[in-house]
């Protein structure tokens, strides 16, 4: 149980065009979801917290705008990178909560924007 | 703000040994998690253990333990009898008790040699 996927696990895309990577709980559902990013060798970077149905609540210094994050059902989160650029290349992790102190992850989405 | 310090950036230990790897936390809380995730190549967060404030008894889960030293934000884990499939990248996590938000530290690269 408590299986979370993510939609598509790697995604290679121009420079300039929008990418929308989806994060779902399958057998479960996520009152809560998170989106984390992940530089290489280095820790996971809460990005923003959702909850179904509300308004994300983003970190300091990420750009709501750029990153945009739907939670419309308690199955379903999507991150969205507005106009991306290279420098938005990285691994993206999102994990799904049903108690507060138990989250569980999502595989990652690999993002390269040429 | 709360953080977590790694300050082994990596260790290595022979199969069937037992290794240590420490984590500091600075939080002025009284009611928070700890945990230990393990990210192997592929990348996908695997929770190890979880320990919560509040219980002086440390956490054990099979090969896995942790030495919970409240007064000195101490939180370090134990992995006896080392096996091959314990490589991977560990980092420990923060929780407070009244956010979910998941607070990471660095990680330690651990290596498992024959």
């Known amino acids: 149980g408590a299986v979370v996927s993510q939609h598509p696990s790697r995604v290679i895309c121009k420079s300039g065009t929008s990418v929308k990577i989806e994060c779902r709980s399958l057998?479960?559902?996520?009152?809560?979801m998170f989106w984390y990013r992940q530089f290489p060798k280095k820790s996971l970077m809460l990005m923003a917290t959702s909850n179904e149905g509300s308004k994300a609540t983003y970190e300091q210094g990420v750009e709501k705008d750029k990153f945009l994050i739907n939670h419309a059902s308690l199955t379903l989160s999507t991150l969205t990178v507005t106009s991306a650029h290279p420098e938005d290349s990285s691994f993206y992790i999102c994990s799904a909560s049903t108690r507060k102190e138990t989250q569980y992850f999502g595989p990652g989405t690999r993002l390269l924007v040429l | 703000a709360q953080t977590v310090t790694q300050s082994q950036p990596e260790m290595s230990v022979q199969e069937a040994e037992t290794v240590t790897l420490s984590c500091t936390y600075d939080?002025?809380?009284?009611?928070?998690?700890l945990f230990w995730y393990k990210q192997p190549p592929s990348r996908q967060m695997i929770l190890v253990i979880r320990?919560?404030?509040?219980?002086?008894q440390n956490a054990t889960e099979n090969r896995f333990s942790v030495n919970f030293q409240k007064a000195a934000k101490s939180f370090s884990l134990k992995i006896s009898d080392s096996q091959l499939g314990d490589a991977a990248m560990y980092f420990c996590?923060?929780?407070?008790?009244?956010?979910?938000?998941?607070?990471f530290g660095t990680g330690t690269r651990l290596q498992v040699t024959l």
């Open positions: 320990q919560e404030a509040y219980k002086q």
């Open positions: 939080t002025s809380e009284s009611d928070y998690y």
């Open positions: 996590a923060y929780m407070t008790g009244t956010a979910s938000k998941l607070t």
């Open positions: 057998d479960f559902q996520a009152t809560t």
